[in-house]
């Protein structure tokens, strides 16, 4: 069983660009969540896709839109991107059911904007 | 403004000591989730906690929420070098999505 697996690892642009990131959820798992964390902080809860829907959003602009494809993959976009865009972005993969959610985590990509 | 507080933010201690780290938060959680992370990685789940005065305990890493779901603590006994990490604590809300703790750093040395 293979785990959360993010691409790419890292990625540098420059202020104005649009990026994206992609997410390989854990075999069986049926939702995915992103996240942003910066520097020295939690994760920040960007959005969950579940069964290829939009299932939630945090306080992001609409600059940042996603995608799960029928495989439960899942692709972050953001575009316009600004300085303060710099962070890890955090791919989780859970299987929504039951009373409680376990989200699994992938290894993040780091992005800098310049 | 994180929904979960931790304290403290930042702990260093010497091998063979004992820890506690706490997440505090005014609002209920249906269950509350353990994670350690380490430099340019992802959060490792650790435990999760559901019911209200729950404690699990892995080896040497106790867990506790509180009993009215608000709040839960950390505590590691004998700390080891290999302890050293980003700890969260994060909060589901009915409708599962996390709210994360800034983390707590814990430094054990040798």
């Known amino acids: 069983e293979t785990g959360v697996t993010q691409s790419p690892t890292h990625l540098i642009k420059t202020r104005g660009q649009q990026v994206t990131l992609r997410c390989s959820s854990q075999s069986g798992h049926n939702t995915v969540s992103w996240y942003q964390q910066a520097l020295g902080q939690g994760p920040q809860f960007i959005f969950q896709?579940?069964?290829?829907?939009?299932?939630g959003r945090g306080n992001f602009p609409p600059r940042f839109s996603g995608l799960q494809f029928p495989n439960y993959s899942s692709e972050l976009n953001v575009n316009a991107l600004e300085l303060d865009d710099s962070a890890l972005y955090l791919c989780?993969?859970?299987?929504?059911?039951?009373?409680?959610?376990?989200?699994?985590f992938g290894p993040g990509t780091r992005l800098t904007v310049l | 403004t994180q929904l979960l507080e931790q304290s403290p933010q930042f702990l260093s201690i010497q091998e063979g000591e004992n820890l506690t780290v706490y997440c505090n938060s005014s609002s209920v959680f249906s269950s509350l989730q353990w994670y350690r992370q380490e430099p340019g990685e992802g959060p490792v789940l650790l435990v999760t906690?559901?019911?209200?005065?729950e404690v699990k305990k892995l080896k040497r890493l106790t867990f506790q929420f509180g009993d009215a779901r608000k709040d839960s603590s950390l505590h590691i006994t004998a700390a080891q070098p290999g302890d050293t990490g980003l700890y969260l604590c994060a909060g589901e809300a009915d409708d599962y999505k996390l709210s994360f703790g800034a983390g707590t750093t814990v430094t054990v040395r040798a």
């Open positions: 896709y579940y069964r290829e829907e939009e299932n």
């Open positions: 989780a993969s859970s299987v929504t059911a039951g009373s409680y959610n376990e989200q699994f």
């Open positions: 906690v559901v019911t209200g005065g």
